[in-house]
């Protein structure tokens, strides 16, 4: 659990997170980083991430149905223009619980393995869908090689002059390879529940060896509605040069702040506030 120290510190930066977004861009100091538009970033649980540019291309990541991540059981159909699986397991799939964006069009999916099973070799991508660059990076789910749990696609996008890495249900530490391949990123999705994918620990190596520039988002950990994985607790021990933000919300509109510590630990909420809606 976190400390008292912690909680007051994560809601102190979460309002300061919110603020920031609410005057995009805005910075008071002197950055020779590149401009960049800002991005959206939604989160509905498990590994399943939204990311919509500046112009309202969207893209959807490891799609799943886990009943308790839906109100009431429902499963609400997100519009997106593209879905990017990592891998084949069946909460990373569900490609039904979205629709196309335009009335009548068809989704676009992208499948980060050749075909089903714990054999499947990787797809290796590079797409552009409207305003967004798409490619792949081979890794595995376990530390023997996929031999357990088989292989996983990371997926790099490019967008508004954001690099973003989904890192699916990456298992073990990065090789040099690996980490040439995906090459310098400014936000991740990383997994932190351990059983399956990387714990805490692995994770924090892992974010040591990626060194992304801006924000950093957990992934597959376990919930009050979902306790097969571990909580993200372990990631966020010693947390030192990094900083917490809990957020009630399930999406947050990233811009660049030069006066912000970095990276940023952003925890997003599950469900969005109308979640109820009819």
């Avoid at 008292?4 to 809601?11: A, K, L, N, Q, T």
């Avoid at 997926?155 to 040439?180: I, N, P």
């Avoid at 994770?203 to 801006?214: C, G, I, R, S």
Wanted: aromatic content about 8%.
């Amino acid at each position: 659990m976190l400390s008292g120290r912690h909680r007051m510190r994560r809601w102190v930066i979460a309002l300061a997170i919110l603020l920031g977004s609410a005057v995009l861009g805005a910075s008071t100091g002197i950055s020779n980083d590149k401009p960049r538009a800002p991005i959206t970033i939604e989160y509905h649980g498990q590994s399943f991430y939204i990311l919509t540019s500046s112009k309202g291309t969207r893209i959807a990541f490891d799609p799943h149905t886990i009943p308790d991540y839906y109100p009431d059981r429902i499963v609400y159909l997100k519009k997106v223009d593209a879905v990017c699986i990592s891998h084949n397991h069946n909460d990373h799939i569900r490609v039904e619980a979205l629709e196309a964006k335009e009335k009548g069009g068809k989704l676009k999916v992208l499948r980060g393995l050749k075909t089903p099973g714990l054999k499947s070799d990787w797809a290796i991508l590079d797409e552009t869908i409207d305003d967004v660059k798409i490619r792949t990076v081979g890794v595995f789910h376990d530390t023997k090689e996929g031999l357990e749990r088989g292989k996983v696609a990371v997926f790099v996008v490019e967008v508004d002059g954001w690099r973003v890495a989904h890192l699916g249900d990456l298992g073990h530490l990065l090789t040099a390879s690996q980490l040439k391949r995906i090459g310098p990123v400014d936000v991740i999705m990383i997994p932190v529940g351990g059983i399956y994918t990387l714990n805490g620990a692995e994770a924090k190596q892992v974010v040591e060896q990626l060194k992304p520039k801006e924000y950093i988002f957990p992934m597959h950990y376990g919930t009050k509605v979902f306790t097969d994985i571990l909580p993200p607790d372990e990631f966020y021990e010693d947390v030192e040069n990094r900083r917490i933000a809990i957020l009630d919300e399930n999406v947050i509109k990233l811009n660049r702040d030069a006066q912000r510590p970095r990276p940023l630990v952003v925890q997003l909420h599950y469900w969005a506030k109308e979640k109820k809606e009819k």
